[in-house]
């Protein structure tokens, strides 16, 4: 089982530019997670979607957006890359809203130069 | 504004000793998790409390959920080198799941 699967691994962009970090999961779960991770720190949700063609802000949205056509997938788009925006960052399923596990991809280490 | 407060942020300890981290938020919470993260990995779950003052053993692990449930606890009994991680409260207000501030955990030999 796959679970959930984030490309690319590594990114250095330069201010301004802009990228799409990928995101799919194939435990046909509703709800997906964007998390960015300053080192040492906790995981902050910058955009969360309960479903198919369904988002919304989460604790950092700015500079970020999101799309959800499928139930698989859950692109993030960073337009204008700034040097805060420097982390990694985390995509997360889960089955329900409920008390379920949340299941991560292994991260993108993005770097703005 | 960042609901869940973790305490210590830092600890660092000689192997068999016992330690105690704590997550606190002013916000009530239907249940609370704790999850372990590796360098270079996504976090992994490690545990849930659901219900006011449970507690939860997992090995030398004991969790337990506030009676208010507004904070929770993770108290490692002799701990081990494998236990040194990034240790992670959630919780879920709403639809949303957030996470703690985190407590980074070293444990030596």
Request: proline content about 5%; some cysteine; glycine content about 10%.
């Given at each position: 089982?796959?679970?959930?699967?984030?490309?690319?691994?590594?990114?250095?962009?330069?201010?301004?530019?802009?990228?799409?970090?990928?995101?799919?999961?194939?435990?046909?779960?509703?709800?997906?997670?964007?998390?960015?991770?300053?080192?040492?720190?906790?995981?902050?949700?910058?955009?969360?979607?309960?479903?198919?063609?369904?988002?919304?802000?989460?604790?950092?949205?700015?500079?970020?957006?999101?799309?959800?056509?499928?139930?698989?997938?859950?692109?993030?788009?960073?337009?204008?890359?700034?040097?805060?925006?420097?982390?990694?960052?985390?995509?997360?399923?889960?089955?329900?809203?409920?008390?379920?596990?949340?299941?991560?991809?292994?991260?993108?280490?993005?770097?703005?130069? | 504004?960042?609901?869940?407060?973790?305490?210590?942020?830092?600890?660092?300890?000689?192997e068999?000793?016992?330690?105690?981290?704590?997550?606190?938020?002013?916000?009530?919470?239907?249940?609370?998790?704790?999850?372990?993260?590796?360098?270079?990995?996504?976090?992994?779950?490690?545990?849930?409390?659901?219900?006011?003052?449970?507690?939860?053993?997992?090995?030398r692990?004991?969790?337990?959920?506030?009676?208010?449930?507004?904070?929770?606890?993770?108290?490692?009994?002799a701990a081990q080198p494998g236990d040194?991680?990034?240790?992670?409260?959630?919780?879920?207000?709403?639809?949303?799941?957030?996470?703690?501030?985190?407590?980074?955990?070293?444990v030596?030999?």
């Amino acid at each position: 089982n796959a679970g959930v699967t984030q490309t690319p691994k590594f990114r250095i962009l330069k201010i301004g530019q802009s990228m799409t970090l990928q995101c799919t999961q194939d435990m046909n779960h509703n709800y997906m997670y964007w998390y960015r991770q300053d080192p040492g720190m906790g995981l902050k949700l910058i955009y969360y979607s309960v479903g198919a063609g369904i988002t919304d802000k989460g604790e950092v949205p700015n500079g970020y957006n999101v799309s959800r056509s499928t139930t698989e997938d859950f692109p993030l788009r960073l337009e204008l890359a700034a040097p805060s925006q420097t982390s990694v960052y985390f995509c997360a399923s889960t089955r329900t809203a409920g008390d379920t596990e949340a299941f991560f991809g292994q991260g993108t280490r993005l770097t703005v130069v | 504004t960042q609901l869940l407060e973790q305490s210590p942020q830092f600890l660092s300890i000689q192997e068999g000793e016992n330690l105690t981290v704590y997550c606190n938020s002013s916000s009530v919470f239907s249940s609370l998790q704790w999850y372990r993260q590796e360098p270079g990995e996504g976090p992994v779950l490690l545990v849930t409390v659901v219900t006011g003052g449970e507690v939860k053993k997992l090995k030398r692990l004991t969790f337990q959920f506030g009676d208010a449930r507004k904070d929770s606890s993770l108290h490692i009994t002799a701990a081990q080198p494998g236990d040194t991680g990034l240790y992670l409260c959630a919780g879920r207000p709403l639809y949303k799941l957030i996470f703690g501030t985190g407590t980074r955990l070293q444990v030596f030999p």
